[in-house]
């Protein structure tokens, strides 16, 4: 079976969590603090805080901007679902944004007509743009837009680790950049996330959050909030240190698997990805003509012993967003981010995908569709 996605998993990574299950400092420790630095260097930004999950991640950054009831958050309808759900989580109200059909990515004119026609009584104060699979959204529009309505901006950069938008990274625009390193992302630590920040006092909120409220002090220590535990292990925070040294060159096999791919499906009558610059190739998903059950192109694409997968959810579509916000899920019917969740499919993308798989996964798909 070809897998849809494959961590990278060396003796480089084997030997990073050996040696800190030995050490037996298995929670929060050195390794994390390092990965923090590490990553903040990396990424270019002054503070990286890391969590349990991409989900933790985003969690905790609305919590710390203070978004609750009463509130209203722009979101796109076309994501992994916990982008949305942590809208809800925190009892605030998603406001749902259709995509563009190239880069599967929400953009500023999309979002300012959705602010400009917001008529409800929760008050819209932040944008939640997402870097879907990778692809880089437009901050320099979406931060003008921002800064235009007087919103906060929180990037849900859970695909976009090395993604660049105009050389900078993904994730260092907004107050807040979020990250996963779940198995299906470039850069993994089995389970994890981070958050990529510049306001050192957010960074420590997020800090006394992610660690059950707490906060030491000469006394020892005390409980000044009501905590989650959000934090990463100290042998994830090893695997994660491990891989980063190493992932630039990773994005650059990516970049060329994705090219190998736009050239054998050429004749091939699926809609591509834009190849935007800056893009990380999280995921290569391309659109199926409307003659397609895509659901069936999937199954035989497993008999060929071919992993393919949804790309992502039309959140829209969804029995819970359906049945909380009926009108709204009505006005989006038929939108572009629905079209790209039935037709969609994501193809197989992974750092050791060889060109020989790809030419095969290119005539299996080329014979099922045509
Ligand atoms: C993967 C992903 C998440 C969730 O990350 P987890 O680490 O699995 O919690 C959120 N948003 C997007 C866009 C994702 O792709």
Not at 14 to 28: D, N, P, T
Not at 263 to 277: F, H, K, R, T, W
Request: glycine share 10%; charged share 20%.
């Amino acid at each position: 079976m070809i897998r849809l996605s494959m961590p990278v998993l060396g003796d480089d990574e084997f030997a990073a969590v050996e040696r800190v299950l030995r050490s037996g400092q298995l929670v929060h420790g050195g390794e994390c603090d390092l990965f923090e630095q590490e990553l903040a260097e990396y990424l270019g930004c002054r503070e990286c805080v890391v969590v349990s999950s991409g989900t933790a991640a985003l969690h905790l950054a609305l919590l710390a901007i203070g978004i609750g009831p009463g509130d209203a958050v722009v979101v796109p309808d076309f994501t992994f679902p916990a982008t949305v759900n942590v809208v809800e989580l925190v009892g605030a109200r998603p406001i749902l944004v259709d995509v563009d059909p190239g880069t599967y990515n929400v953009t500023p004119a999309g979002i300012a007509e959705a602010i400009d026609a917001w008529s409800g009584p929760e008050k819209v104060r932040a944008i939640m743009p997402v870097h879907e699979f990778g692809c880089p959204a437009d901050m320099t529009g979406i931060t003008a837009v921002a800064r235009q309505y007087g919103l906060s901006v929180i990037e849900d950069a859970a695909c976009g680790l090395g993604t660049r938008h105009n050389g900078k990274m993904a994730g260092t625009f907004g107050a807040m950049g979020c990250f996963s390193f779940h198995p299906r992302k470039a850069l993994t630590t089995g389970e994890g996330g981070a958050i990529a920040i510049d306001d050192l006092e957010l960074a420590t909120k997020i800090r006394t959050f992610r660690n059950h409220g707490i906060e030491r002090n000469a006394a020892g220590m005390d409980f000044i909030a009501a905590g989650f535990n959000y934090r990463l292990t100290n042998f994830q925070a090893a695997l994660g240190r491990a891989q980063l040294p190493k992932f630039a060159g990773w994005l650059q096999q990516r970049w060329q698997l994705q090219a190998m791919y736009r050239q054998g499906l050429a004749d091939v009558p699926v809609a591509l990805p834009d190849e935007v610059a800056g893009h990380a190739w999280q995921t290569f998903m391309v659109v199926l003509p409307a003659y397609c059950d895509r659901n069936t192109v999937i199954a035989r694409l497993r008999a060929a012993f071919i992993e393919t997968n949804v790309g992502a959810q039309c959140i829209h579509c969804l029995k819970y967003y359906r049945s909380k916000y009926p009108e709204m899920c009505q006005s989006q019917a038929g939108n572009v981010a629905e079209r790209l969740y039935t037709q969609g499919l994501a193809l197989p993308l992974y750092k050791d995908l060889e060109a020989a798989q790809i030419d095969f996964i290119v005539s299996q798909l080329r014979r099922i569709i045509t």
